[in-house]
């Protein structure tokens, strides 16, 4: 069953989790379940999706009940009026802080202006060699998005050289190995942890938040030493 964040007689949000699609889709056609018809089928009534994430990236996902309210949340999300914030596992220790400007192509081999804005949480080491590297290093960021472009953090991570960890194929495939022989880890470690708006219904302010998945808090866990 999936965990419900939030649900008025207009909206749901769920806290998807990691590799779930949110609907069907021709580049993953071996997929048999899909938050749609979960959500669907777990409610009794339609559902439609108003914004959308990568099936590796786990957290809070909005649906609408209704065609036009399906309408006015995606309107709103087009006017960058929805405050998304992600948490990211990456490679390396980040800057303190940083703005991504740096155009995507897009699937169609159009160019489109791409903004991302991090701030470096906490960092660790592990005392496991990576590459030339006596040990290994990374940043927890935060991450908010002021365009909304397909596969945006992994790509913008990727240009500024501190991959996602367990991404592919934006990541590092060194440290995916790592990750993966040492702790059995395979899962990207990127997690939409809130999304804010103002209703547009009722214009009450929303917030909805949601916990990272047991396996990232595993993760982190490791990078703490409590493992």
């Not at 649900?7 to 889709?25: M, T, Y």
């Not at 802080?97 to 960092?123: R, S």
């Not at 660790?124 to 960021?141: D, I, M, N, Q, W």
């Not at 990127?190 to 396996?215: D, T």
Request: glycine share 4%; hydrophobic share 40%.
């Amino acid at each position: 069953m999936l965990e419900v964040l939030y649900h008025d007689e207009f909206f749901i949000a769920i806290n998807k989790p990691h590799g779930l699609l949110v609907h069907q889709s021709p580049i993953a056609r071996n997929a048999e379940e899909f938050a749609v018809q979960l959500l669907r089928d777990q409610l009794g009534k339609r559902v439609n999706p108003v914004h959308r994430l990568d099936r590796k990236t786990a957290g809070v996902l909005f649906f609408a009940f209704e065609k036009e309210t399906t309408r006015l949340m995606q309107q709103l999300f087009e006017n960058k009026q929805v405050v998304k914030k992600y948490i990211a596992l990456i490679r390396g220790y980040a800057p303190p802080e940083m703005t991504i400007n740096h155009p995507l192509i897009n699937d169609k081999g159009v160019t489109q202006e791409a903004i991302t804005y991090f701030k470096t949480i906490q960092q660790f080491e592990l005392a496991l060699p990576h590459g030339k590297h006596a040990t290994s290093r990374y940043s927890l960021v935060e991450a908010t998005l002021e365009t909304g472009r397909m596969h945006q953090l992994r790509k913008h991570f990727a240009h500024i050289f501190h991959p996602i960890i367990g991404d592919r194929p934006h990541g590092c495939n060194k440290q995916n190995k790592l990750w993966l022989e040492n702790f059995q880890m395979n899962t990207m470690l990127l997690h939409a942890e809130s999304v804010e708006f103002v209703h547009p219904v009722s214009n009450e302010k929303v917030f909805v938040s949601a916990e990272k998945s047991r396996e990232f808090n595993r993760v982190l866990k490791i990078l703490k030493g409590r493992d």
